[in-house]
Structures are given as structure tokens and as C-alpha cells.
């Protein structure tokens, strides 16, 4: 059985920052290209950020770009989503994701637990 772990989530003001993590196995680490989504109330879940197997590419929906950075801990088999400049809309709660297309489908095989990012103004 899959497991994706979040952590990090919390309240903060506008214009502060947050990081989350996201553990995982060794198996499902180097299997997957793992990623960031969010949905918040009353909207469909979105595509924010995604990193391959290897760790040298990396994308961003346009909303984020600039502001959030996707990177991946190969010895502790983690991802994490440093989140900075947050804005009110930012406030979502946010999934880990593990999947083998979602840079062009948005496809996904896991997912977890989610975690909620409220952002205040």
C-alpha cells in the first residue's frame, strides 16, 4: 500500500512563508514524478507543482511561479513545496501526489491525506 505523508501546513499571514513535506517510501519515491495540488472550498483540485524521478526538471502552474519551489530529498525520500509570498488566495488544502504523467495529464496514481494552508489578510 502507497503512503504519502504531508506535513507542514498552518496559518500565516499574507506575504509569509510556508514549507510542506511530503514522505514517502524508497519504492514510491524513485517510481514516480511526485507533485503538488490544492483545492480550495468550492473549487475543482489544481495542478500547482510538479518534479520528475531524477529531480532536474521542475513545473509550476502560472498562479504560483516565481513564488513556490518544488524540490526532492532522494536520501530522506521526501518532496517538499517551500511556499513564499503567500497570498489570501493561496488558501487551499494542499496534496501530495505521486504519478508517472502528471507534468502532461495530470495524472495521478496516489494521493494523500492532504493538509490545509489558510493564508490570512
Known amino acids: 500500500q502507497v503512503q504519502l505523508v504531508e506535513s507542514g501546513g498552518g496559518l500565516v499571514q499574507a506575504g509569509g512563508s510556508l514549507r510542506l513535506s511530503c514522505a514517502t517510501s524508497?519504492?514510491?519515491?524513485?517510481?514516480?514524478?511526485m507533485g503538488w495540488f490544492r483545492q480550495a472550498p468550492g473549487k475543482e483540485r489544481e495542478f500547482v507543482a510538479a518534479?520528475?524521478?531524477?529531480?532536474?526538471?521542475?513545473y509550476y502552474a502560472d498562479s504560483v511561479k516565481g513564488r513556490f519551489t518544488i524540490s526532492r530529498d532522494n536520501a530522506k525520500n521526501t518532496v517538499y513545496l517551500q511556499m513564499s509570498s503567500l497570498k489570501p488566495e493561496d488558501t487551499a488544502v494542499y496534496y501530495c501526489?505521486?504519478?508517472?504523467?502528471?507534468?502532461?495529464?495530470?495524472?495521478?496514481?496516489?494521493w494523500g491525506q492532504g493538509t490545509q494552508v489558510t493564508v490570512s489578510s
Open positions: 501526489a505521486a504519478g508517472n504523467d502528471i507534468v502532461v495529464r495530470r495524472s495521478v496514481d496516489y
Open positions: 524508497r519504492r514510491t519515491f524513485s517510481s514516480y514524478t
Open positions: 518534479i520528475r524521478r531524477s529531480g532536474d526538471s521542475t
